[in-house]
T-cell receptor
Framework: RKEVEQDPGPFNVPEGATVAFNCTYS??????FFWYRQDCRKEPKLLMS???SGNEDGRFTAQLNRASQYISLLIRDSKLSDSATYLC??????????FGAGTRLTVKP | NAGVTQTPKFRILKIGQSMTLQCTQD?????MYWYRQDPGMGLKLIYY???????DKGEVPNGYNVSRSTTEDFPLRLELAAPSQTSVYFC????????????FGDGTRLSIL
């Protein structure tokens, strides 16, 4: 089993749609969790950290379920500029980050 | 602030050649990292450093070496390039702490032919 698993997609959605991505992780001792965004042929950039109580940043909502070892990202009112690959990232300790392979999103007019 | 700067951006090597990928950061981050990303795959940690003079292996260290003589610089060395090392290499840095996100350079695209 991969340490961090994501549905690779692609997810093709119209502008204005709501889309959700899921991620599971295998290491129960994982300490912190993040969503990064990666545009084609660019570096990953932090989208948001994921907190145990769930957190929201504008149109983006992240949830963490430690019992199920599951993380989600919800994007509301999708924009064309949201088209990217979304990386689920898990810190398993001592700044050892494990990256999922990413979920590709395309938002269409 | 330049953030994390990587050079070169692109390079083609022949099998058996060696080269150094440069990485420097101006955010005074203690921690620095090298990753590789193969097509359709997640980033894999090659080496990391928690401060000047301290380095440690990540998931995929074979075929690479690093040094950390200053807080700012963290070069990655390939001694005998192999086709399997064709990849995109990212350098990153962060403050200490498990909740600290990493900040990435814009990558070096390396092809070994």
């Amino acid at each position: 089993r991969k340490e961090v698993e994501q549905d690779p997609g692609p997810f093709n959605v119209p502008e204005g749609a709501t889309v959700a991505f899921n991620c599971t992780y295998s290491n129960s001792a994982s300490q912190s969790f993040f969503w990064y965004r990666q545009d084609c042929r660019k570096e990953p950039k932090l989208l948001m950290s994921v907190y145990s109580s769930g957190n929201e940043d504008g149109r983006f909502t992240a949830q963490l379920n430690r019992a199920s070892q599951y993380i989600s990202l919800l994007i509301r009112d999708s924009k064309l500029s949201d088209s990217a690959t979304y990386l689920c990232v898990v810190n398993i300790g001592a700044n050892d980050m494990r990256f999922g392979a990413g979920t590709r999103l395309t938002v269409k007019p | 602030n330049a953030g994390v700067t990587q050079t070169p951006k692109f390079r083609i090597l022949k099998i058996g050649q060696s080269m150094t990928l440069q990485c420097t950061q101006d955010m005074n981050h203690n921690y620095m990292y090298w990753y590789r990303q193969d097509p359709g795959m997640g980033l894999k940690l090659i080496y990391y450093s928690v401060g000047a003079g301290i380095t440690d292996k990540g998931e995929v260290p074979n075929g690479y070496n690093v040094s950390r003589s200053t807080t700012e610089d963290f070069p990655l060395r390939l001694e005998l390039a192999a086709p399997s090392q064709t990849s995109v290499y990212f350098c990153a840095s962060s403050y200490p702490g498990t909740n600290q996100p990493q900040h990435f350079g814009d990558g070096t695209r390396l092809s070994i032919l």
